[in-house]
């Protein structure tokens, strides 16, 4: 398991905000939210997770 290479998350589009903890195990942060704030993308400061939307 790399601990470097961030997951890519595919979030429907509907959706406005999500909430991202980084998962379980030695990449685990504090439970945080993001809002698309109207883009397709938004990546997570933490552990860098890109969540898109999907169609
Ligand atoms: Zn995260």
């Not at 601990?3 to 903890?21: L, M, Q, R």
């Not at 504090?30 to 860098?48: D, I, K, L």
């Amino acid at each position: 398991m790399s601990a470097n290479t961030p997951e890519t998350i595919s979030v429907d589009s509907k959706v406005d905000e999500v909430k991202c903890d980084g998962g379980h195990g030695a990449m685990g942060h504090p439970t945080v939210w993001y809002s698309f704030e109207g883009q397709a993308h938004v990546s997570c400061g933490y552990c860098g997770r890109l969540f898109v939307k999907t169609n």
